[in-house]
Structure formats: structure tokens, C-alpha cells
């Protein structure tokens, strides 16, 4: 079993920036890795994804503000979040997943303020 940790939550103002950190107690190689966020009252939706090999994949609300990136030697996944808006606000989850292994962190909350 392998614990997901994210940090780097917290509140901003619109335009800021925040970037949040995964680490994982085990190796995350050969794994693919994402983000998602979550709202009261709706689905957790994707921001943003990175393969094993590197590809990544973004949702269009965050195209050109966000960059997802990791660190294989370090096990974390990080994702840096630049202009930020208040619809940004969600509660952010770390995903590690490669076939049928899928491990969730439990989540930071980002506020942003208008």
C-alpha cells in the first residue's frame, strides 16, 4: 500500500499563484500520476495528468495556468498553479494509478478569493 500526501493548499487571491506537492511513500515509478479536484455537491473532475513516460494531458479550464510535473527520485508529483481564479476553489487529490492499482491522497484545499 502506498500513502499519497499532498501540501501546498491554502488561500490566495485571484491572480496568485500556489503549488501543490504529492509525496509517496513508495516508488512512483513506471506509474501514472494526476490531479483532481473536487467541489460540494459535484463529481471530482481531472486538472491535470502525467504518464509514466512523461506525456501530460490537461483539462481546458486550466490550460496555460497549470503544469503538472514529477520527480521520480523524490516520489513526488507536483502541480504549479499560476493565475489562479475563485473557481479554482476545490478540495485538490493526488492520483497514482497503473492498471488495476489506484491509490488516492486525501486531499488539500485550495481557496481562491476574488
Known amino acids: 500500500q502506498v500513502q499519497l500526501v499532498e501540501s501546498g493548499g491554502g488561500a490566495v487571491q485571484a491572480g496568485g499563484s500556489l503549488r501543490l506537492s504529492c509525496a509517496a511513500s513508495g516508488s512512483i515509478f513506471g506509474m501514472n500520476t494526476g490531479w483532481y479536484r473536487q467541489t460540494p455537491g459535484k463529481q471530482r473532475e481531472l486538472v491535470a495528468d502525467i504518464t509514466s513516460g512523461g506525456s501530460t494531458n490537461y483539462a481546458d479550464s486550466v490550460k496555460g495556468r497549470f503544469t503538472i510535473s514529477r520527480d521520480n527520485a523524490k516520489n513526488t508529483v507536483y502541480l504549479q498553479m499560476n493565475s489562479l481564479k475563485p473557481e479554482d476553489t476545490a478540495v485538490y487529490y493526488c492520483?497514482?494509478?497503473?492498471?488495476?492499482?489506484?491509490?488516492w491522497g486525501q486531499g488539500t484545499q485550495v481557496t481562491v478569493s476574488s
Open positions: 492520483r497514482l494509478y497503473i492498471k488495476w492499482i489506484d491509490y
